[in-house]
C-alpha cells in the first residue's frame, strides 16, 4: 500500500503550475520543479555544482522564450560562458551581469574616507543589483553569490536585513529567484534557510574506492498537498527499486569478510 489516497494525487484546484528546474532529476524530487515567484537557496561548497545547476534553471526558462538573468559577484562572465562550453551550452540568449563590488576595484577616486566603508559599499551594490533587475524585467534570476553580500553587511544582522529587502523586492516583481551561498563564511549560518522558500544543499562525498561523489539533498520545500503526494509516491518507487536491486545484490555476490 502506498498510503497516500485518491484525493492527494489529484492536484489541487487552486495550485499553480510548477516551473522546472532545468534538471529533471531535480524537478522529479521536487514533485514537479519549483513554485514561480518563490525565493530558492542553492547551498554548497565551492565545486560541488551549484553554478551548473543554476545555469540549468536559467537556459530551461530562456528555451521556453522567458527574460533570464544571471547576476554574479563572483564569477567573471568569462568564466560562467567557460563552464557553460564544457557542457555543450550557450549562454547567447541568457543576460550576464558581471557585478564588481565597489570594495573590490582599485580605481583609487572610488575610495571612500569620510562614510563607513561597508554601509556605502553594501547600499552601493544593492542598488546596482536593483537597477539591473528593474532594466532587464526578468522572470527568472540567479545571483552567485551571496558570500560577497555577507562580506559587505559585516555583521549578521544587517545582512539579514538586506537579503529580506532583496526577497521583498523580488516579489513585487514577479520573477523566480536563485540564491547561491558557497558556506565560506562560517559553520551552520542557518539564518538564510528562515528566509528562502526551498533550500537545497549540495555536497561532495569522499569514499573510501574511486572518485568523489555529488550529493544534492533538498533541506527545505514548501508544497502543496498534491506535490507532497508527487514526492511521496517518486521516493518510495526509489526506495522500491534500490530494495530489489539490494536483494539481487546479496543473493547473488559473497565478499569474504577481511
Not at 183 to 189: A, V
Request: aromatic fraction near 6%; charged fraction near 25%.
Amino acid at each position: 500500500m502506498s498510503g497516500i489516497s485518491t484525493d492527494a494525487r489529484r492536484p489541487d484546484a487552486d495550485d499553480p503550475p510548477r516551473i522546472s528546474t532545468g534538471s529533471e532529476g531535480l524537478d522529479a524530487i521536487l514533485g514537479g520543479g519549483l513554485d514561480a515567484n518563490r525565493l530558492y537557496l542553492y547551498e554548497g561548497r565551492p565545486g560541488t555544482g551549484k553554478t551548473t545547476i543554476a545555469l540549468q534553471f536559467l537556459l530551461e526558462g530562456a528555451r521556453r522564450g522567458e527574460r533570464v538573468l544571471y547576476i554574479t559577484l563572483s564569477e567573471t562572465a568569462h568564466e560562467l560562458r567557460l563552464v557553460a562550453r564544457r557542457h555543450g551550452w550557450s549562454l547567447d540568449n541568457l543576460d550576464v551581469f558581471e557585478l564588481v563590488p565597489p570594495e573590490t576595484t582599485l580605481d583609487p577616486d572610488r575610495e571612500l574616507t569620510v562614510f563607513h566603508p561597508a554601509e556605502i559599499e553594501l547600499a552601493e551594490t544593492t542598488k546596482i543589483i536593483l537597477d539591473r533587475v528593474q532594466q532587464s524585467s526578468p522572470t527568472r534570476v540567479v545571483l552567485d553569490s551571496l558570500s560577497e553580500l555577507r562580506l559587505l553587511a559585516q555583521n549578521p544582522l544587517r545582512y539579514r536585513r538586506q537579503v529580506l529587502a532583496l526577497k521583498h523586492f523580488f516579489a513585487s516583481r514577479q520573477c523566480t529567484v536563485i540564491l547561491l551561498d558557497d558556506l565560506s563564511s562560517q559553520q551552520n549560518d542557518l539564518q538564510l534557510h528562515s528566509i528562502a522558500h526551498g533550500v537545497v544543499m549540495l555536497e561532495q562525498v569522499a569514499i573510501d574506492y574511486g572518485a568523489e561523489r555529488r550529493r544534492l539533498r533538498v533541506i527545505k520545500c514548501a508544497v502543496s498537498s498534491s506535490a507532497a503526494a508527487t514526492m511521496i509516491s517518486s521516493l518510495q518507487r526509489a526506495a522500491l527499486k534500490f530494495s530489489r536491486a539490494s536483494s539481487r545484490l546479496s543473493t547473488t555476490n559473497h565478499f569474504p569478510m577481511i
